[in-house]
């Protein structure tokens, strides 16, 4: 599977968009990108994922360069209840179906 | 819909004894996936059931650690015995489809002292 790269640590403002990059220059053809998140002790959450073309949920947005070589999610109005570690994910579409998260970026929603 | 449950939500142990984690996935879910994140690194894949079928059980540490899902339903993962290295957050996820997202439980906390 493709590596990412996140940046470590962000912090946004309440209500403001938070926009988290990541950058998978490996990624090839037949690779997802997905977003979970991990909210201090509780379980990965899913939030969002695509393949080329931009995606939107009630969560939050998935912005994918053209060349896939890197993606944005987007969390419109962020909350404090978005603090979290987010971690972008490269999946293949068949073949081995484990996820392989890394560092995540840890971001902080401030008040 | 009730979400993934794990069974217990903590356990402490000492070296060399048996414990045994339970976890029931979404109903209808028959893919079922093993996770542990160790003291300071990242959320590790352990195995991967499809029904009663071992999938892929590439990230099994040792032979300490046995999973099963008898009945395709919920599944157990025993560590026999356990060892201080194995202490950490045990995360089981489930999915419809193998294409589809994995939905995770909450997690057990496991210490070995």
């Known amino acids: 599977d493709a590596k990412t790269t996140q940046p470590p640590s962000m912090d946004c403002a309440e209500g403001r968009a938070a926009n988290l990059p990541c950058n998978h220059s490996?990624?090839?053809?037949?690779?997802?990108v997905y977003w979970y998140r991990q909210i201090h002790s509780q379980g990965p959450q899913y939030i969002i994922h695509?393949?080329?073309n931009n995606e939107t949920n009630e969560m939050a947005s998935l912005i994918i360069t053209e060349d896939r070589k890197s993606s944005t999610l987007i969390l419109p109005h962020a909350t404090l209840r978005d603090t979290a570690v987010y971690y972008c994910?490269?999946?293949?579409?068949?073949?081995?179906?484990?996820?392989?998260f890394g560092q995540g970026t840890r971001l902080t929603i401030n008040p | 819909e009730a979400g993934v449950t794990q069974f217990p939500s903590h356990s402490v142990i000492e070296k060399g004894q048996t414990v045994t984690l339970r976890c029931d996935p979404i109903?209808?879910?028959?893919?079922l996936y093993w996770y542990r994140r160790v003291m300071g690194k990242e959320i590790k894949f352990l195995l991967h059931?499809?029904?009663?079928?071992?999938?892929?059980e590439s990230g099994m540490p040792n032979n300490r650690f046995l999973a099963e899902r008898t009945g395709g339903t919920y599944s157990t993962l025993k560590v026999q015995p356990a060892e201080l290295e194995d202490s950490g957050v045990y995360f089981c996820?489930?999915?419809?489809?193998?294409?589809?997202?994995?939905?995770f439980g909450p997690g057990t906390r496991l210490t070995v002292l």
């Open positions: 996820a489930s999915s419809r489809t193998v294409y589809n997202e994995q939905f």
């Open positions: 490996t990624i090839s053809g037949n690779e997802y």
């Open positions: 695509g393949l080329k």
């Open positions: 994910i490269v999946r293949r579409i068949q073949g081995a179906q484990k996820l392989v």
């Open positions: 109903s209808g879910h028959d893919n």
């Open positions: 059931f499809v029904k009663e079928s071992k999938q892929d």
